[in-house]
């Protein structure tokens, strides 16, 4: 099957970002595409750099970076979303005049689009939020 | 059903205000017109209270968004459903609701009303009758 992930919570307070991370995990060990894991409301909270959360917990955006690079996934992160909430890349920071960037690897900032895009290509959207 | 086109359903189940799902929800209705799919829009529990005619946020100091739902008809939405049950357990009935409206272009562009109120029941038949739901 061809699948659609949205993750609508950040990282930590609500558990919607750990468990769309493990369905992603189950559903490419069971031979599933990931079409693409669209990131919007606070999920855009995932995709920054910048967390340092404590060392005998998980590290939620790392954990999402490492998946990313493993199955080459596409994690888009909501532009309307991460310029409310502060999550930039060096070209966002460039064009709104900022003094830096915070983008974790792996993670690219796009428009709407492509969540409705996904809805169209994929077989299923899921969606995980609070 | 025409080649490529599939039925979206936006699910909107919390209040306009007190949190942001409301207004984001709506940016992807906005945004999401532009790919020209079968739009339907629900509406339930909580999220009944953003169809309630006569916003006043002056003393909130944030963006009354209310106009947004009174141009939905500009962006193609046809059909609202409001669940009964949410609105019946709210003391909420259709009269407390804007009106939305939509011109129909198979029938000389005459104003129809976009809201339909349905039972818990029918929304459920409505959901399982859509290929991509969005929930926020």
Redesign the interface.
Known sequence: MKLGI?V?EGPYTHEASDTAYNFAVAALEKGHEIYRIFF??DGVNNATRLTVPPQDDRNIQQKWTELQEKHDLDLVVCI??AQRRGILDENEMKRQGKDAYNIAPGFRIS???Q???A??QCDR?V?F?D | MSE?V?K?LYVNRKAPHGT??AL?AL??VL??A??E?DVELAFLDDGVFQLVKGWDTSDLGSKNFAPTYMALGDFEVTKVFVEKESLDERGLTADDLMELMYEDEDDDWAEKPSIRIVSREEMARIMAAN??????
């Open positions: 949205v609508n919007y409301h309307a979303a428009g709407l689009g969540l409705i895009e809805g169209i959207l969606t939020g | 490529g599939k979206f942001i799902y984001e940016e992807v945004i999401g532009a790919f799919q290929d991509v739901i969005l929930s926020f």
